[in-house]
């Protein structure tokens, strides 16, 4: 006789497995603007889903995340236009660089015990910093911004990642089924324990033997190169880089408020947190301009509203609550 937990977890399964069969066969039904909101919204799974991994499962805020989508999107796209060399290829390059990136803040971080608001502090200067740089970097264009070629629309050519948006459409799929599968099987092992355990008593887990320096430095480590794919497919799917676009603060915050909102620590608060901001979020502002009202900053108006809202009605996030109601999980915390 199957137990609570374990029809819970068969339920959930069942759920996973009917929303990823929609969202294979959804191009076939969607028209080009819901097939480009599912492509945003699956692109904020994924990398919301690596800066999970920091701040949900380690307990490490990081407000410069567009630090690695930049770092990742500028490698790769200048490979590709200088030398010709695959996408594919330049994303061994592009996590490259962003781990290098990665593990001078944790070093720099952690070796010095730099933690809380000082960490976070820490990472949007780096960004800043490199923001700064590349705005004079005219080797990938500077601050007039750098071009990827756009060779003809229809035509699929996944081995250069040119061709239209329903293939953009899997990859981003993939990368979205990826990164949870990876975050669910970290969760599960010694790492997501220890990781667990720093996020909740640093020194609590310290004096029960962890390595609280490498099992942060492993945080860092693993979400920073997932965020480098996460700016791989930014540049080849958007074709343009600007470094005040890529790198700023803003960019950071669209990063982080998918799992906040979702559901901090979980798997699919991500996923959810990037379905509400996103279609919700561009829903509102093609309402609005249907009836030609103009107004600026809406959907930053829009992203506040709905974090006060969690904040003040689910402060764990949409998902915790919503999969009790579903039966996803224990009806009350704690159980």
């Not at 809380?116 to 705005?135: M, N, Q």
């Amino acid at each position: 006789m199957a137990t609570g937990a374990g029809r819970q977890t068969a339920r959930a399964a069942l759920a996973l497995g009917g929303l990823f069969v929609v969202l294979l066969v959804l191009p076939a039904f969607a028209n080009p603007y819901v097939l480009s909101a599912a492509i945003l919204v699956l692109y904020f799974a994924y990398v919301g889903q690596a800066w999970n991994l920091m701040m949900g499962f380690a307990g490490q805020l990081s407000l410069g995340h567009s630090l690695y989508v930049g770092l990742g999107a500028y490698a790769s796209a200048a490979l590709f236009v200088h030398y010709g060399i695959s996408p594919w290829i330049g994303l061994v390059a592009a996590v490259a660089v962003s781990l290098a990136a990665g593990a001078v803040i944790g070093f720099l971080a952690f070796r010095f015990g730099i933690g809380g608001v000082y960490f976070a502090l820490l990472t949007i200067a780096f960004a800043e910093f490199t923001r700064i740089g590349f705005d004079h970097f005219d080797w990938v264009g500077g601050s007039g911004g750098f071009f990827l070629p756009v060779k003809e629309h229809g035509v699929t050519d996944l081995a250069n990642l040119r061709g239209p948006p329903v293939m953009f459409y899997y990859i981003a799929l993939a990368m979205a089924a990826g990164a949870f599968l990876a975050a669910w099987r970290l969760r599960a092992s010694r790492i997501g324990y220890y990781w667990l355990a720093i996020r909740e008593n640093e020194d609590a887990a310290q004096a029960l033997g962890i390595n609280t320096f490498r099992y942060k430095m492993l945080a860092i480590l693993f979400s920073s190169a997932m965020t480098a794919l996460a700016g791989v497919f930014f540049a080849f799917y958007y074709n343009n880089l600007f470094p005040e676009q890529i790198f700023s603060m803003a960019r950071s915050i669209e990063i982080i408020l998918g799992p906040i909102i979702g559901g901090l620590g979980t798997l699919f608060g991500p996923v959810l947190g990037a379905f509400v901001l996103t279609f919700l979020g561009d829903g509102l502002t093609e309402v609005t301009d249907a009836f030609g009202i103009q107004i600026p900053g809406l959907k930053q108006v829009f992203y506040g509203v709905a974090l006060l809202v969690v904040v003040v009605f689910v402060p764990n996030g949409i998902w915790p609550a919503l999969a009790r109601r579903l039966g996803f999980g224990p009806a009350k915390k704690g159980e």
